[in-house]
């Protein structure tokens, strides 16, 4: 057969043969696919019965169609990219040049031969169907266009035509070749067609809602088929039946060593006693997650509930108890920040071998930009969890982590993920790869905190990743501690839209509140509360920065240790500033805020938790102060005895509230949240908050949020939870809007414009997930030169590497630190970082030299503070502007 002329992969230098034929390569490929689609795997049972077929039949469907992924290879154009030696191979033609990559040509391949391969017999067609071919048309381009866009991306020919990249030179011809080829692969594997299904038109839309999920299955199947150690180099014709068990057996091994040969097996929740060793009482949530009935099919729960009612807990309840019931094989935890999710990481770490068998060594992942520098994760993937297991199961778990580890990419297929909700919300956009976190995603248990922080870009992608999760047969957990009842409703909306049903409108408005949606009427139960979370922070009023600063420092004056929390990083500095000055122990003064190389950023972060943390003790706690941006209230599970905050809209003010006295301490003055506003004003001006707050202005534009919220708590006097919640919720975020004074209706209607151009923007970047996996042959939105991404802000950040001297050489400011790149590195709006002095053009060369080190920085500015005028930068203050 002459298909044993074309290579498949080629390496110049390898030892050994110097080629992968083609028809290995393919079938090492399949045979990945063929074990990933095992009959009793739960994705495969999924895929069958949505697409009504059986699992066996699938498989050889699908994989038949998963060993053509590479036919554009046969073209001669790619053929000439590489001449191994040592083997007889297509001669390469001087006058074609390889100006499409193969995967498109493979897509010009089969448009123009599948119909000639199915009348010949090439394709394992029926014998005996005859069906029009321009019937096929449109069913054939959907089928095939997860496999043809295995390298992260639909593809599609464009101009291209055969004769470009296909030769026949007489002595050999590239589509003849390939026709063999499918011809030989097909009596192999004798797929399954189902034809009749191929042109019922619902069967077409349930599969273009599976292909995003396919597609993964390909591109991790091509990904694993190419790992050398498994599938090494063969250039001797060996007859397909021949190599078609010997790839199969390879493809077991490489499966298991990278840990997806075979799903982790979960065992029954059994009671928190279980997973803390001890005797452990469920909370009111925590029961109602252990005693509601699970329904059948992909279900959502929503819980709502006050800061330590253990909602974190019921949700991992909730997670074991739908694993052990068939309703997913993993689950990943999706956390707003990287804080978040490094502290969701070290907390899990242990609980997750709970969920499965001790023989199941589930693996664990943590996904988001910077885990690299979470101690924690690198030992992890450096080592075994358990120092129980064996010499051949540490090797294997280690090999395991390592591969899942090695790119965001791969981490949600990881049995247990944790991350940033931004790695999830990546597979409902068009990031190349987004397929196979979409795969990683199916069938898994979804876990999201904190869902009311989202903005309306946000949540807009929220609702589409939502509405594809359960049209996967996903099941979700959203935790929140304040959430408006109409984004709870346009939650449950997204979901049943996946489902394929109608909307359907919430009524109660109780607090705390478990919302549960399946495929019938969604049900919301009223959950109690444990009088130890029932807890009222009553509010004073300051009107003045001077009365701030007397707050804080007759409390320290008092040895109670206090947290000022600022709108602004500008506003921080400078009451940080004043009071250090003022202070009796300046060292007991700290300043957090995000404008920090990320090397100082963690040393104070470890240093606040260490004041202000759960485990801080009284001498040390004296007296002490903490001058803080917003990154205090999304992260740190700190504890103060007063506080002073900004003027927020409500819900921030709960959640920073939450931060004070948060854990037992013995006995502490009744809490006081001291907030930091304009002189109240019923009838308020157009410049009621600018005039004296103009940082908290320049953060939260609709300033009738900001008095709305200032009107609710002058009106209740306290925070009360969970007493007052939907009280203080709905009175800011569900107002008339006649209840606005007529001076802010612009910032409001400003504000709402720029929250539907959110959306808007937010349904223009998703991919339409209900179209399936293709490229629109009206609009591409993989463009390269698109600019997108997971979250909104005005304005676009940018990361500058800071750097210093060492005598005259220029280093990075963490250079002495493991991951120097990353360390030094701060990210800034783009107006901040146009104060910043350009590196002197007498660096230039140093700062190449730097980048060839560390690859990383070339997509980041360089700024010297020592050659700048008028911005500086100090490992106590940050950047000053």
Request: hydrophobic share 40%.
């Given at each position: 057969?002459?298909?044993?002329?074309?290579?498949?992969?080629?390496k110049?230098?390898?030892q050994?043969?110097?080629?992968?034929?083609l028809?290995?390569?393919?079938?090492?490929?399949?045979?990945?696919?063929?074990?990933?689609?095992?009959?009793e795997?739960?994705?495969?049972?999924?895929?069958?019965?949505?697409?009504?077929?059986?699992?066996?039949?699938?498989?050889?469907?699908?994989?038949?169609?998963?060993?053509?992924?590479?036919?554009?290879k046969?073209?001669?154009?790619?053929?000439?990219?590489a001449?191994?030696?040592?083997?007889?191979?297509?001669?390469?033609?001087?006058?074609?040049?390889?100006?499409?990559?193969?995967?498109?040509?493979?897509?010009?391949?089969?448009?123009?031969?599948?119909?000639?391969?199915?009348?010949?017999?090439?394709?394992?067609?029926?014998?005996?169907?005859?069906?029009?071919?321009?019937?096929?048309?449109?069913?054939?381009d959907?089928?095939?266009?997860?496999?043809?866009?295995?390298?992260?991306?639909?593809?599609?020919t464009?101009?291209?035509?055969l004769?470009?990249?296909?030769?026949?030179?007489?002595?050999?011809?590239?589509?003849?070749?390939?026709?063999d080829?499918?011809?030989?692969?097909?009596?192999?594997?004798?797929?399954?067609?189902?034809?009749?299904?191929?042109?019922?038109?619902?069967?077409?839309?349930?599969?273009?809602?599976l292909?995003?999920?396919?597609?993964?299955?390909?591109?991790?199947?091509?990904?694993?088929?190419?790992?050398?150690?498994?599938?090494?180099?063969?250039?001797?014709?060996?007859?397909?039946?021949?190599?078609?068990?010997?790839?199969?057996?390879?493809?077991e091994?490489?499966?298991e060593?990278?840990g997806?040969g075979?799903?982790?097996?979960?065992?029954?929740?059994a009671?928190?006693?279980?997973?803390?060793?001890?005797d452990?009482?469920?909370?009111?949530?925590?029961?109602?997650?252990?005693?509601?009935?699970?329904?059948?099919?992909?279900?959502?729960?929503?819980?709502?509930d006050?800061?330590g009612?253990?909602?974190?807990?019921?949700?991992?309840?909730?997670?074991?108890?739908?694993?052990?019931?068939?309703?997913?094989?993993?689950?990943?935890?999706a956390?707003?920040?990287?804080?978040?999710?490094?502290?969701?990481?070290?907390?899990?770490?242990?609980l997750?071998?709970?969920?499965?068998?001790?023989?199941?060594?589930?693996?664990?992942?943590?996904?988001?930009?910077?885990?690299?520098?979470?101690?924690?994760f690198?030992?992890?993937?450096?080592?075994?969890?358990?120092?129980?297991?064996?010499a051949?199961?540490?090797?294997?778990?280690?090999?395991?982590?390592?591969w899942?580890?090695?790119?965001?990419?791969?981490?949600?297929?990881?049995?247990v993920g944790?991350g940033?909700?931004?790695?999830?919300?990546?597979?409902?956009?068009?990031?190349?790869?987004?397929?196979?976190?979409?795969?990683?995603?199916?069938?898994?248990?979804?876990?999201?905190?904190?869902?009311?922080?989202?903005?309306?870009?946000?949540?807009?992608?929220?609702?589409?990743?939502?509405?594809?999760?359960?049209?996967?047969g996903?099941?979700?957990?959203?935790?929140?501690a304040?959430?408006?009842?109409?984004?709870?409703?346009?939650?449950?909306?997204?979901w049943?839209?996946?489902?394929?049903?109608?909307?359907?409108?919430?009524?109660?408005?109780?607090?705390?509140l478990?919302?549960?949606?399946?495929?019938?009427?969604?049900e919301?139960?009223?959950?109690?509360?444990?009088?130890?979370?029932?807890?009222s922070?009553?509010?004073?009023?300051?009107?003045?920065?001077?009365?701030?600063?007397?707050c804080?420092?007759?409390?320290a004056?008092?040895?109670?240790?206090?947290?000022?929390?600022?709108?602004?990083?500008?506003?921080?500095?400078?009451?940080?500033?004043?009071?250090?000055?003022?202070?009796?122990e300046?060292?007991?003064?700290?300043?957090?805020?995000?404008?920090?190389?990320?090397?100082?950023?963690?040393?104070i972060?470890?240093?606040?938790?260490?004041?202000?943390?759960?485990?801080?003790k009284?001498?040390?706690?004296?007296s002490?102060?903490?001058?803080?941006?917003?990154?205090?209230?999304e992260?740190?599970?700190?504890?103060?005895?007063?506080?002073?905050?900004?003027?927020?809209?409500?819900?921030?003010?709960?959640?920073?509230?939450?931060?004070l006295?948060?854990?037992?301490?013995?006995?502490?003055?009744?809490?006081?949240?001291?907030?930091?506003a304009?002189?109240?004003d019923?009838?308020?001006?157009?410049d009621?908050l600018?005039?004296?707050?103009?940082?908290?202005?320049?953060?939260?534009?609709?300033?009738?949020?900001?008095?709305?919220?200032?009107?609710?708590?002058?009106?209740?006097?306290?925070?009360?939870?969970?007493?007052?919640?939907r009280?203080?919720?709905?009175?800011?975020?569900?107002?008339?809007?006649?209840?606005?004074p007529e001076?802010?209706?612009?910032?409001?209607f400003?504000?709402?414009g720029?929250d539907?151009?959110a959306?808007?923007?937010?349904?223009?970047?998703?991919?339409?997930?209900?179209?399936?996996?293709?490229?629109n042959?009206?609009f591409?939105?993989?463009?390269?030169?698109?600019?997108?991404?997971?979250?909104?802000?005005d304005?676009?950040?940018?990361?500058?590497?800071?750097?210093?001297?060492?005598?005259?050489?220029?280093?990075?400011?963490?250079?002495?630190?493991r991951?120097?790149?990353?360390?030094?590195?701060?990210?800034?709006?783009?107006?901040?970082?146009?104060?910043?002095?350009?590196?002197?053009?007498?660096?230039?060369?140093?700062?190449?030299?730097?980048?060839?080190?560390?690859?990383?920085?070339?997509f980041?500015?360089?700024?010297?503070?020592?050659?700048?005028d008028?911005c500086?930068?100090?490992?106590?203050?940050?950047?000053?502007?």
């Amino acid at each position: 057969m002459t298909y044993w002329l074309y290579w498949g992969k080629a390496k110049p230098g390898s030892q050994g043969a110097s080629c992968h034929l083609l028809p290995y390569h393919s079938l090492d490929v399949a045979a990945v696919g063929w074990h990933l689609l095992a009959p009793e795997r739960p994705l495969t049972q999924r895929l069958a019965e949505r697409l009504g077929m059986p699992p066996e039949a699938l498989r050889r469907f699908f994989v038949f169609l998963l060993g053509l992924h590479d036919i554009g290879k046969f073209s001669r154009t790619f053929q000439g990219l590489a001449r191994p030696e040592g083997v007889t191979l297509a001669p390469p033609v001087a006058r074609y040049g390889y100006t499409a990559r193969h995967d498109r040509l493979g897509v010009l391949l089969w448009d123009a031969c599948w119909n000639t391969w199915r009348r010949e017999g090439a394709l394992g067609w029926p014998e005996g169907a005859d069906v029009r071919s321009s019937k096929l048309l449109e069913p054939m381009d959907s089928l095939m266009a997860p496999f043809f866009g295995h390298h992260g991306r639909p593809v599609s020919t464009g101009q291209l035509t055969l004769a470009q990249f296909y030769i026949d030179d007489g002595e050999l011809n590239d589509v003849t070749a390939a026709g063999d080829f499918v011809a030989d692969w097909a009596a192999l594997i004798k797929p399954h067609w189902p034809l009749e299904r191929l042109l019922d038109k619902h069967w077409q839309g349930v599969f273009k809602t599976l292909s995003w999920t396919v597609a993964g299955w390909a591109t991790l199947s091509d990904w694993l088929g190419s790992h050398r150690d498994y599938f090494p180099y063969c250039q001797k014709p060996i007859p397909l039946g021949e190599y078609w068990p010997w790839a199969r057996k390879q493809a077991e091994e490489v499966l298991e060593v990278t840990g997806f040969g075979r799903p982790p097996e979960p065992i029954p929740y059994a009671g928190l006693a279980q997973w803390f060793d001890g005797d452990a009482t469920p909370t009111p949530l925590q029961q109602q997650a252990e005693s509601l009935p699970l329904e059948s099919g992909p279900q959502l729960f929503i819980l709502e509930d006050v800061t330590g009612a253990g909602k974190t807990e019921a949700a991992c309840i909730l997670a074991q108890r739908l694993l052990a019931a068939g309703h997913g094989e993993g689950l990943y935890f999706a956390l707003p920040t990287m804080a978040t999710s490094n502290a969701m990481y070290s907390r899990l770490g242990d609980l997750h071998h709970h969920f499965y068998s001790s023989a199941s060594r589930p693996s664990l992942v943590l996904a988001h930009g910077a885990r690299e520098l979470n101690e924690e994760f690198e030992r992890a993937i450096a080592q075994p969890e358990n120092d129980d297991y064996d010499a051949e199961d540490a090797s294997a778990s280690t090999q395991c982590n390592r591969w899942l580890a090695d790119s965001n990419k791969k981490a949600l297929l990881a049995d247990v993920g944790v991350g940033t909700i931004d790695q999830a919300l990546m597979g409902a956009l068009p990031f190349r790869h987004q397929s196979l976190r979409l795969l990683g995603l199916a069938r898994k248990v979804l876990i999201i905190d904190e869902v009311h922080a989202f903005d309306h870009y946000m949540q807009t992608l929220l609702h589409q990743l939502l509405a594809h999760h359960a049209r996967q047969g996903g099941s979700a957990i959203l935790l929140t501690a304040t959430l408006p009842h109409a984004m709870r409703e346009a939650l449950v909306t997204a979901w049943r839209h996946g489902l394929g049903a109608e909307p359907s409108l919430l009524e109660k408005t109780d607090y705390p509140l478990l919302t549960r949606c399946g495929e019938g009427t969604p049900e919301e139960i009223h959950v109690k509360t444990r009088s130890e979370v029932t807890r009222s922070v009553a509010i004073e009023w300051l009107e003045r920065e001077e009365e701030a600063i007397e707050c804080v420092l007759a409390a320290a004056e008092s040895g109670e240790c206090i947290v000022w929390v600022r709108n602004t990083v500008d506003d921080a500095i400078r009451a940080f500033q004043q009071l250090r000055e003022r202070h009796p122990e300046p060292e007991r003064c700290l300043l957090f805020h995000a404008r920090f190389a990320m090397v100082d950023r963690q040393r104070i972060e470890s240093e606040v938790i260490r004041r202000f943390g759960k485990d801080s003790k009284p001498p040390l706690r004296r007296s002490q102060v903490v001058v803080t941006s917003q990154v205090f209230q999304e992260s740190l599970d700190c504890d103060a005895d007063q506080m002073v905050s900004d003027i927020a809209p409500i819900d921030l003010l709960i959640q920073r509230a939450g931060r004070l006295q948060r854990h037992q301490r013995g006995e502490r003055a009744d809490p006081v949240l001291n907030v930091l506003a304009p002189k109240w004003d019923v009838h308020p001006g157009g410049d009621w908050l600018s005039q004296a707050h103009r940082g908290t202005q320049a953060v939260y534009k609709d300033t009738s949020l900001i008095w709305l919220t200032q009107r609710v708590l002058r009106e209740l006097g306290a925070i009360t939870m969970p007493g007052a919640a939907r009280t203080l919720i709905e009175s800011v975020y569900a107002f008339p809007v006649e209840d606005i004074p007529e001076a802010l209706d612009q910032a409001h209607f400003e504000r709402t414009g720029m929250d539907k151009l959110a959306v808007s923007m937010a349904t223009h970047n998703a991919l339409n997930l209900e179209a399936g996996y293709r490229l629109n042959a009206d609009f591409d939105p993989w463009q390269e030169e698109r600019e997108f991404g997971t979250r909104l802000s005005d304005e676009r950040s940018l990361e500058v590497a800071l750097l210093k001297r060492q005598g005259e050489t220029l280093v990075l400011w963490a250079e002495d630190h493991r991951h120097a790149d990353r360390l030094s590195r701060c990210r800034l709006r783009e107006s901040q970082v146009k104060k910043l002095a350009a590196l002197p053009g007498h660096y230039a060369e140093q700062w190449e030299a730097l980048q060839q080190r560390h690859r990383g920085l070339r997509f980041v500015l360089p700024w010297l503070p020592e050659e700048d005028d008028k911005c500086g930068y100090d490992e106590q203050w940050g950047v000053s502007l």
